[in-house]
């Protein structure tokens, strides 16, 4: 992946994160990633490369 294309990508502090906590902590999760996936067409790879920081509270154990 170029570089210009991670540059265009949000920071990590933008994306959704998960914390596992609430009923539906994991559908706003994962409708953000998709989100973002796809506005910049992002190889899974680079996404769950991703997925340790954002991980939060119980959902990072």
């Known amino acids: 992946m170029g570089q210009a294309l991670l540059k265009e ?4 502090k933008e ?3 998960f ?3 609430g009923e539906y902590d994991h559908m706003e999760f994962i409708r953000g990633i ?4 796809k506005d910049f067409e992002l190889p899974d790879r680079l996404v769950t490369a ?3 920081t954002l991980f ?5 154990r």
């Open 56 to 60: 939060t509270k119980s959902a990072h």
């Open 9 to 12: 990508v949000s920071k990590l």
């Open 50 to 52: 991703r997925f340790n």
């Open 19 to 21: 914390s596992g906590e």
């Open 15 to 17: 994306w959704p994160h």
């Open 34 to 37: 998709d989100m973002i996936k």
